[in-house]
């Protein structure tokens, strides 16, 4: 097919242009189970997106989890990040 993308750079740009915009400022959020479950909604409905998997193929999120070649990691970025931020709220002290 001509003028397509590979998979990989595609995920790639996922991960760098949506993710980077929809998680802004999550180093800070408190969240709930509903805030949770809605995040890992929104992040199989961008793999659908990608892949243009309409939903009536009637494919459930594990396998196009499959056809992404990857696992649900919305939820490991958004914690690391706030690990990240919490470790330089916990050194400011220090540096003063």
Known sequence: MRGSL???LKKRMVKEFVWSVALYGSETWTLQKEDIRR???FEIWIWRRMMKVPWTEHKT????LKIVE???KIMDTVR????RWLGHILRY????
């Open 6 to 8: 590979s998979l990989y």
């Open 39 to 41: 995040l890992e909604v």
């Open 61 to 64: 999120n594990e396998e196009v």
């Open 70 to 72: 990857t696992e649900r």
């Open 80 to 83: 690391s990040r706030q690990k």
């Open 93 to 96: 002290d220090t540096i003063r």
